[in-house]
């Protein structure tokens, strides 16, 4: 089993910064891929970004540029770097890791209003 937990959703402006950490704990040895998906209101629940263990990254055509996905292994957690954020950028944040199955965290809300 492996335990996710995000933090650092909130309230930010247009054009604003943050970010998001998701914190790993179990077995987590046994990953070999994690993610951002995002789901706004009304909306499907959609890939944001992607890395390997092996630190191969991927994004999503519409955070390409502004967002980075990185990982601390020494402390089992994962980011994503937000920059330059819109309106639609407002979702909910879902922090998933793929290995004997796929599991998720809990979310954390991203609200980018003025």
């Known amino acids: 089993q492996v335990q996710l937990v995000e933090s650092g959703g909130g309230l930010v402006q247009p054009g604003g910064s943050l970010r998001l950490s998701c914190a790993a704990s179990g077995s987590f040895f046994r990953i070999y891929a994690m993610a951002w998906y995002r789901q706004a209101p009304g909306k499907q629940r959609v890939l944001v970004a992607t890395?390997?263990?092996?630190?191969?990254?991927n994004y999503a055509d519409s955070v390409k540029g502004r967002f980075t996905i990185s990982r601390d292994s020494a402390v089992n957690t994962m980011y994503l770097q937000m920059n330059s954020l819109k309106p639609e950028d407002t979702a909910v944040y879902y922090c998933?890791?793929?290995?004997?199955?796929?599991?998720w965290g809990q979310g954390t809300q991203v609200t980018v209003s003025s």
């Open positions: 890395i390997t263990s092996g630190g191969t990254t």
């Open positions: 998933n890791a793929v290995g004997d199955m796929s599991y």
